[in-house]
C-alpha cells in the first residue's frame, strides 16, 4: 500500500504479468543442452587439431630422418667402394676414410633424430657402426687385404641394419598416414553426428518452445477464467505497493468499475480501521512476509463491508522484493452473524441475570439495529388476556410504528394474507410504498420513510406470544442475510418472552406454593437438585421450634434420629435414580420427644429430564403407626392361632382320612362276602322261575320273581358300593390311552337299547363321520355311558332319550338328552354328591342308591375330563361330558 500515483495497466497486461514468461524450464533446458553441444563440438576439433599436426611433425622428422640415412648410406658405400678399389697413396687414403668416418657419423646423426631409436633395428645400428669405425682405424693402420675384407663385412652389416632400419622407419610413416586418414574419417563421421544432434536438439528446442508458449496461452487464459469466476478478489501490486492488477470480484467488493482497476489498496478501508491496516501492511513489506488481517471497506454506495485480505510476498531470484499476490475475501455475512450472536449471547446474558424483559428486549433491538441501519424493529408482546393492549418495545417511537403497522394491516385488500397471517401465525412480507391509506406520520417512522415491513409472529409451543415488526426503507424484499438476522432476532425476542412469561407464571406458582404451605398440616418443605432444602414451610418451626432460615441447607438433618439417618440417606440415593422419594423417619419435636414422620418428595423436571428441585411433605404418623404395629401384633397372634387350629384341623383330617379309608375297605370286603349268597340266590330263583323243576302256580311265580328282582337290586347296590369303595380308596387303576370314543359309545347303548324298548322310549345315537378319538379309559367310560343313559331311560316316562358323540380338535364331546321330568336348580348343585337323590319321594320309586353320578364324576376326574348338567323341571335333563382328545402323535 502506496499513498503515491499507481501503476495503472490494463487487465490483459496485468493478468500476463501474472504469469511469468519462463514460466516453463523446458526451453532454458534445451538453450543449455545446445551450448553444452557446441563446446564439447569445439573441444573435440581442437583436439583432433592438434593431434592431427602433432602426428604430421612426426612424419616429416620421421621422412627427413629416412633421407638423411638415405645420404649416409650413399656416401658410406661410396667412400668404402672407394678404398676397396683404389690405390691411392696413403694421403688420399685418409681422404676417403675420413669421408666414410663422416658418413657414418652422419648416419648415426640421423638415427639419432628418429623417435623411439632404442628399440628394434634402430638399437643395432649404432653397435653396428661402432664397430665399423674400429675396422676403419684397423684398415687404416694396417690396409691389407685382410683388414679390407673385415671392413667389408662390417660395412655390409651396417648396410644391413640400415635397410631394416629404413624399412622400419618407411613403415612407421606408412602407419601414421594410415592412421590420420582413419582419424579424418573418425572426425567427418563424428563431425555429422554433431551437426544432426545439434539439428535435433534445435528442433527440440523449436518444438518445446512452441509448447510452452501455447501452454503459457492456455495458462493465461486458465488464469483470466479463474480470476473471473472466483469468489474473491484477486490483486497484485508492485514493490511499492501499488496495485497494477484486480479482476471483478475484486472490483464488485469495494464497488469499482473495470476502469478504475489500480488504485491503492487502503483508499478505500475505513477510517476507523485505516491506520492499523497500514501499520500492518508496512511491517509485513519490511520483513518480507505473509499479510493477514481483517477489516472494514466502504463500499462505492457507501456502506460498510468487512473483508479478508491475504497476501503473501514476491521475491525475484536475486532476493528482491517483486510486490505482493493476494486475495480479498468479503466476510460480511460470517462478521454479521458473529455480530449477531455475540448481541444474541449478550440478550440471554441479561435473561439469565434477571433484569427486566424490556432492558433485554431494547438490547436486542438495538444489536439488529446496528448491523444494518435500513432496519427499525417493533416487538409487541401480547397480553396476559384476548382483548388486554399490547405492550410495545422500540428505539423509536413506539406510537407512530405502531400506528404504520395497524394502518399496514387494515388498509388495503392485498393484505388479507397478513390480517389471516396475524390469526395463524405466519410470517409475511408487505411492500408499504405506495399505499394510499398510510397516514402521514407514516411517511418517516425514525426519520425514514418506510417502503416495506416484515412480519413475523413471535410463537413457543403453537402458543402466541406476540410480534416482531422490521420496517425497511427498500421496498425490496430483505435478502438472505439480512432474513437470517431478521429470523435469528425473532428468535431470540421470542425467548425474551417466553423466559417472561415463565418467570411470571414462576412468582405465581411460588405464590401458591407458599399459600398452601401455609394452610397444609403437613411439614412442607423445597430443596435443590443435591437436597439441600430452600424453603421450609412455617409448619417446621412450629414443630421443630427453630427458626426456618436455621433449617436451610443440611441443617434439618440435626433434627433427624440418629438410628434413622442411614436409611435416609439409602432411601435418598434410591430415589435419585427411581425419581421418588418415601420413608419414614424420627424427627425431634421442641419438646426433645421423636415422632414418626411419613416423608415424601417428587421432582421438579426440567425439559432435558434433568432434575431441577424436589418438593415434599412431612406427615406425623405416630398415632397410625402405633395403630399399625398394635394391628400387626394382633395380626401375629391371629395368625398363630390360626396355624394352631389348622394343625388340629390337619390331625382331624386325616382321622377322618383314615377312617374314610377303614370303612371303604370294609363295604369292599362286606360286598363281596354278600355277592357270594346272591348269586346263588339269583341263579336258584332264576332256575325256579324257567320251571327247570317244575312247573309253578301263579302265586308262585309272582313270589319267585318278587324275590329275583329284589335280589338283582341289591346286587347293584353292592356293585355301586364296590365301585365307590374302589375309586375312594385308590385302588382304582385306569389304562389312559386313545380310542375311538364313538365305538365304546355305540357299544354301551346297544346294551341299554332292549330296557329302553321296554318302556316304549326312543333311544336315538349320533356320531360323527370321522372318529371321535379320545384320551380315555375303556371300561370307565363305559360305565359312565352306561349310567347317564341308564338314569336317562329311568327318568323318563314316555318320550326319547339322545346319545351324541362330537368335538373341537381339544375335547371329545358326549352328550346325554332326554325329555324327562328335569331336575330343580336346589337339586343340581349337590347331585354329583355320593348317597344323594334329587326328588326323594320319585327316586325312591324307581330305586337307587345316589351314587351313579357320583361315581361318573369322579371318574371323569381320574381321566382328566368334566361332566355338566343342563336341566329345568318338567322339559328333560342334558348331561355333557368333556374328555381330552387324542393328538396326531399319541395315535401314532
Not at 491503492?264 to 491506520?275: Q, S
Request: net charge negative.
Amino acid at each position: 500500500m502506496n499513498a503515491g500515483r499507481p501503476l495503472a495497466l490494463p487487465e490483459s497486461a496485468a493478468a500476463a504479468e501474472a504469469v511469468p514468461p519462463d514460466a516453463d524450464p523446458a526451453p532454458r533446458r534445451a538453450r543449455g543442452l545446445i551450448w553444452a553441444v557446441i563446446v564439447l563440438s569445439a573441444l573435440i576439433c581442437v583436439l583432433f587439431v592438434s593431434l592431427h599436426f602433432g602426428q604430421r611433425r612426426a612424419i616429416d622428422r620421421l621422412a627427413h630422418a629416412i633421407d638423411d640415412i638415405h645420404r649416409a648410406r650413399i656416401e658410406l658405400a661410396h667412400a668404402l667402394d672407394t678404398v676397396e678399389h683404389d690405390s691411392s697413396t696413403g694421403l688420399e687414403r685418409e681422404l676417403v676414410l675420413g669421408e666414410a668416418r663422416r658418413a657414418a657419423t652422419a648416419l648415426a646423426g640421423a638415427l639419432a633424430h628418429v623417435p623411439d631409436a632404442d628399440t628394434g633395428p634402430e638399437r643395432e645400428l649404432p653397435a653396428a657402426l661402432d664397430r665399423l669405425a674400429i675396422q676403419l682405424d684397423a684398415f687404416q693402420s694396417a690396409p691389407d687385404p685382410a683388414s679390407a675384407n673385415r671392413l667389408r663385412q662390417r660395412f655390409l652389416s651396417v648396410e644391413q641394419h640400415a635397410e631394416r632400419v629404413d624399412a622400419e622407419l618407411r613403415a612407421q610413416v606408412n602407419r601414421l598416414d594410415d592412421e590420420q586418414a582413419g582419424q579424418f574419417r573418425a572426425a567427418a563421421c563424428l563431425s555429422v553426428l554433431l551437426l544432426a544432434g545439434i539439428g535435433a536438439v534445435a528442433f527440440a528446442t523449436a518444438r518445446a518452445q512452441r509448447e510452452s508458449e501455447r501452454a503459457l496461452v492456455s495458462s493465461r487464459r486458465l488464469f483470466e477464467t479463474l480470476a473471473r469466476i472466483s469468489p474473491v478478489g484477486i490483486y497484485r501490486t508492485d514493490a511499492f505497493g501499488n496495485e497494477v492488477y484486480s479482476n471483478a470480484r475484486c472490483r464488485d467488493i469495494r464497488g469499482l468499475v473495470a476502469g478504475e482497476s489500480g488504485r491503492d489498496l487502503d483508499e478505500h478501508v475505513h477510517p476507523a480501521d485505516r491506520d492499523r491496516v497500514r501499520a500492518r501492511w508496512c511491517n509485513a513489506v519490511e520483513d518480507m512476509r505473509a499479510f493477514h488481517d481483517e477489516y472494514r471497506l466502504l463500499h462505492a454506495d457507501g456502506r460498510e463491508v468487512w473483508v479478508l485480505n491475504q497476501a503473501v510476498p514476491e521475491v525475484s531470484p536475486e532476493g528482491f522484493a517483486l510486490g505482493y499476490v493476494g486475495t480479498l475475501t468479503d466476510i460480511t455475512g460470517r462478521k454479521r452473524a458473529e455480530l449477531l450472536a455475540h448481541g444474541q449471547r449478550a440478550v440471554l446474558e441479561l435473561i439469565a441475570s434477571g433484569r427486566p424483559v424490556e432492558v433485554a428486549l431494547d438490547a436486542l433491538i438495538a444489536s439488529v439495529e446496528e448491523l444494518d441501519p435500513e432496519l427499525v424493529c417493533l416487538v409487541t408482546r401480547a397480553g396476559p388476556e384476548r382483548d388486554a393492549p399490547p405492550i410495545a418495545h422500540a428505539r423509536g417511537p413506539v406510537d407512530r410504528l405502531l400506528v404504520l403497522q395497524d394502518a399496514a394491516l387494515s388498509c388495503h385488500p392485498q393484505l388479507a394474507e397478513l390480517r389471516e397471517a396475524r390469526g395463524r401465525c405466519a410470517p409475511a412480507f408487505v411492500r408499504l410504498a405506495g399505499l394510499p391509506c398510510l397516514p402521514a406520520s407514516a411517511a418517516g417512522p425514525c426519520g425514514f420513510g418506510a417502503g416495506s415491513m416484515w412480519f413475523l409472529p413471535l410463537t413457543h409451543d403453537e402458543r402466541r406470544l406476540g410480534n416482531f415488526a422490521v420496517f425497511r426503507r427498500s421496498p425490496a424484499a430483505p435478502d438472505a442475510e439480512q432474513l437470517n438476522v431478521i429470523e435469528t432476532a425473532a428468535h431470540t425476542a421470542a425467548i425474551c418472552l417466553q423466559r417472561h412469561r415463565d418467570e411470571a407464571a414462576l412468582r405465581s406458582s411460588e405464590q401458591r406454593f407458599r399459600q398452601l404451605a401455609q394452610t397444609l398440616p403437613q411439614l412442607v418443605w423445597a430443596g435443590r437438585a443435591d437436597g439441600r432444602c430452600e424453603f421450609a414451610g412455617p409448619q417446621w418451626t412450629e414443630f421443630t421450634g427453630c427458626p426456618a432460615d436455621e433449617l436451610l441447607g443440611f441443617a434439618w438433618l440435626d433434627h433427624v434420629h440418629p438410628d434413622d439417618r442411614a436409611a435416609l440417606q439409602s432411601a435418598w440415593d434410591e430415589a435419585r435414580s427411581t425419581g421418588g422419594l418415601r420413608t419414614e423417619l424420627r424427627l425431634r419435636r421442641r419438646d426433645g420427644s421423636y415422632r414418626w414422620l411419613d416423608v415424601r418428595a417428587v421432582p421438579l423436571l426440567g425439559d432435558d429430564g434433568r432434575v431441577l428441585r424436589w418438593f415434599g411433605t412431612g406427615t406425623d404418623v405416630t398415632e397410625s403407626r402405633a395403630l399399625r404395629d398394635a394391628l400387626h401384633r394382633a395380626n401375629t397372634e391371629l395368625e398363630l392361632k390360626v396355624a394352631e387350629r389348622t394343625a388340629e384341623l390337619s390331625l382331624a383330617k386325616d382321622a377322618a382320612e383314615a377312617s374314610n379309608r377303614l370303612k371303604s375297605e370294609f363295604l369292599a370286603s362286606m360286598s363281596h362276602e354278600l355277592r357270594t349268597p346272591l348269586h346263588a340266590i339269583l341263579g336258584f330263583t332264576d332256575m325256579l322261575l324257567r320251571g327247570l323243576p317244575g312247573p309253578l302256580n301263579p302265586a308262585q311265580t309272582r313270589q319267585l320273581g318278587n324275590v329275583h328282582t329284589s335280589a338283582r337290586h341289591l346286587l347293584s347296590l353292592i356293585n355301586d358300593l364296590l365301585d365307590v369303595a374302589r375309586v375312594e380308596s385308590g385302588k382304582t387303576r385306569l389304562n389312559i390311552a386313545p380310542l375311538d370314543a364313538g365305538v365304546v359309545v355305540s357299544d354301551a347303548v346297544e346294551v341299554l337299547r332292549s330296557t329302553a324298548a321296554g318302556k316304549h322310549l326312543d333311544l336315538e345315537l349320533k356320531l360323527p363321520a370321522e372318529p371321535a378319538m379320545a384320551l380315555a379309559d375303556q371300561r370307565a367310560l363305559t360305565q359312565i355311558v352306561i349310567n347317564l343313559v341308564g338314569n336317562a331311560i329311568k327318568f323318563t316316562d314316555a318320550g326319547w332319550v339322545r346319545v351324541e358323540v362330537g368335538g373341537d380338535g381339544k375335547h371329545v364331546r358326549l352328550s346325554v338328552t332326554d325329555s324327562g321330568c328335569g331336575i330343580s336348580h336346589d337339586d343340581q348343585s349337590r347331585l354329583f354328591q355320593a348317597f344323594i337323590q334329587a326328588d326323594k319321594g320319585r327316586h325312591h320309586l324307581r330305586g337307587g342308591t345316589g351314587l351313579g353320578l357320583y361315581l361318573c364324576r369322579r371318574l371323569s376326574d381320574e381321566q382328566g375330563g368334566h361332566i355338566t348338567l343342563e336341566s329345568e323341571p318338567g322339559r328333560g335333563s342334558r348331561f355333557t361330558l368333556l374328555l381330552p382328545a387324542a393328538t396326531a402323535e399319541l395315535q401314532d
